[in-house]
């Protein structure tokens, strides 16, 4: 219920509030050419077991985004595709790891456990979503991404907006109130500490020598594959 919640919310202020000059599809309201109104104090949005997925257009992702600022507010857990990776600091307690069949257990059971899953610029891959009638099955979708064409593509979606993420994000975060998901994260965190990221430690392997250049160069080091 807390999941229908926001989305109610989601698609009512967004209509309201996004800032921009192009149109704006949202599935089942149709499309508008939105207008900027004052936010109102009365707009409170309330989530439960969520979790965010960074994808596609990661190049774009800076902190001026938001994604920061919205996961930080909803307090709620992160992973990314392949291609979102270096969108999100990978050292954030909240950061999960990658999600699909080279990410972690954590990003792929948070995923089928959470109840509302906001999607930021993912696509939905083959190698992200495996078997698309069973993927994040209990949750709500949210997808947000600058193209149509992905938007119910693989994966049908709740609630969806067509646009910049910075300019959703932007307005989007202007919305949303502090949550406090501890009861959430709190799971996810022991999910992390039962399925860590490891490798064996004998001799030198890609691992070890990866993180042992980020130690050295303490988080500085641009590597490229």
């Known amino acids: 219920k807390e999941a229908n919640l926001f989305l109610n919310a989601f698609n009512v202020q967004i209509v309201e509030a996004l800032k921009q000059d192009k149109q704006v599809k949202i599935n089942g309201l149709g499309t508008f050419k939105l207008q900027a109104v004052a936010p109102r104090k009365s707009v409170n949005v309330t989530t439960g077991e969520e979790i ?5 257009n990661k190049i774009a992702f800076t902190p001026e985004v938001g994604v920061k600022e919205l996961v930080e507010k909803l307090d709620a857990p992160i992973c990314d595709s392949l291609m979102g990776k270096g969108g999100f600091n990978g050292k954030d307690d909240l ?9 972690t257990k954590t990003s792929n059971l948070g995923v089928s456990e959470c109840d509302l899953l906001i999607a930021l610029g993912a696509r939905f891959s083959d190698r992200v979503i495996g078997n698309p009638k069973r993927f994040a099955e209990n949750a709500k979708i949210v997808h947000i991404d600058i193209d149509a064409a992905e938007i119910n593509k693989n994966i049908k979606t709740d609630a969806f907006i067509v646009g910049d993420l910075k300019q959703v994000l932007t307005t989007l975060n202007s919305k949303v109130s502090q949550k406090n998901n501890a009861e959430w994260v ?5 999910l992390k500490e039962k399925y860590p990221l490891k490798y064996t430690e004998t001799g030198l392997s890609c691992p070890y ?7 050295a160069t303490e ?7």
């Open 52 to 56: 965010l997925i960074e994808g596609y």
């Open 95 to 103: 950061y999960t790891g990658m999600i699909g069949m080279h990410g």
């Open 186 to 190: 709190n799971h996810i965190k022991e």
């Open 209 to 215: 020598v990866i993180e042992q250049i980020d130690l």
């Open 219 to 225: 988080g500085q080091a641009v590597i490229s594959t």
